[in-house]
């Protein structure tokens, strides 16, 4: 099995990955094989071999089912969390995960670089849903390149609570109003997708179609995604929105309601940070 040599620039994106992939793992947002982080780095990848013969060959039907990637992925080159893998193990990306390319008929893709050294590994069984949003982001204009799913604790225990959990305007003024900082660094909120079978195509879609609108998507009582230019961006929007929702969760443990940022005060950070 061949392997590609990473460029600096490529080696830097997975290095992000991997820093993320401990924050998610210390605080306990990816148990087991919980969460996924990808990365597009077509961009940055260089040329690649005239000939991928050597380079293991995986139809689509092995991480997809009738799935299928967008026809504009086609060619395009990612960092991947494998199937099964944990958040913990990409410590070691080239076992955790791979660097792969769609085919040209984005009916599967060519590995590259890691998976362990297998010719039939696969990379999560979300990974069409990661590259349905990032191709719609970047159909779009955005320089979004990483998608990031993981567990915030405190903001899948508030998707739980029946006020908030089809709510999304209120889901997110309860996390704003808890901290300056959530209204300016998530200034485009959270969306909520109900709840549905996690890898389905229902919550590809509706998680594509969120973060049209917001920064976070929330999968009510599962997770949240957020994505970003590289992958601590797009943990910051995660981070920063759990903030809002543990400090709420705190305020309700003790027995308040709390007062919050007013909608005033609010209206203030808006326009002086043009949010």
Known sequence: MKKIKLNDAVKAEIEKVVEVATYLWQREWAERNGGNISVDVTDIFGEIPASLEGFPHCPLSM?????????????????????????????APELAGCVLRIDDQAKGYHILWGGRGKSDYQPTS???SHVEIVMDKQRS??????????HPLELIALSHHPKYAHDEAAYTHACWKMLPEVRAFVPRGIGMVPYCMPGSKTIAEGTTEKLRQFDVAVWEKHGAVATGSDAL????FIDVANKGAKLYLKCLASGFEPEGVSDKDMQELKETFNL
């Not at 990637?69 to 969390?81: E, M, Q, Y």
């Not at 204009?141 to 993981?150: E, L, M, N, P, Q």
């Not at 961006?233 to 910051?236: C, L, N, R, V």
Request: aromatic residues 10%; glycine residues 14%.
């Open 63 to 91: 991480v997809g089912g009738e799935a299928a990637f967008p026809a504009d992925s086609a060619g395009h080159i990612f960092f991947v969390k494998g199937t099964g893998e944990r958040i913990r193990e990409l410590r």
């Open 126 to 128: 979300e990974f069409i």
């Open 141 to 150: 204009g955005s320089k979004d390149r990483c998608v990031v799913h993981t």
């Open 233 to 236: 961006t797009a943990y910051d």
